[in-house]
């Protein structure tokens, strides 16, 4: 059974890619372009998995994930992050912030696939 997934990324192309790939195999995907954005989104849904890019123009994945992980009802759903950054899980965790997935992009959107099941 599909899982509802919020994919989170300021590039169209990557967010037609992913969201393509993922119905494709199932899954309902609802996209935002930007950190605002999902947050907005957020207060309305509740996704079973958020896929996460780290740098956006407006509000930078490591704030929206803070503001995921702050929320006690939306910190236990899976994120999800992408970076071009190959340091970003160090990033992260020295802001004491734990995403489920740290990929670096360009990623297989297969592993994307895997990931989006797995969790």
Avoid: W
Wanted: aromatic residues 2%; negative net charge; charged residues 20%.
């Amino acid at each position: 059974m599909g899982k509802n997934v919020l994919l989170v990324d300021d590039d169209p192309v990557i967010r037609m890619l992913v969201g393509d790939c993922l119905s494709a195999v199932g899954h309902v995907v609802d996209q935002a372009s930007g950190g605002n954005e999902c947050l907005e989104k957020l207060t309305l849904s509740t996704p079973q998995v958020i896929i996460l890019d780290l740098i956006m123009p407006d509000l930078n994945g490591l704030d929206v994930l803070q503001s995921i992980k702050s929320d006690v009802i939306k910190r236990s759903i899976p994120v999800i992050l992408l970076s071009a950054d190959p340091d970003i899980q160090l990033t992260a965790s020295r802001r004491n912030l734990n995403a489920d997935l740290y990929l670096q992009k360009p990623f297989d959107i297969q592993t994307i696939i895997d990931a989006v099941n797995r969790l």
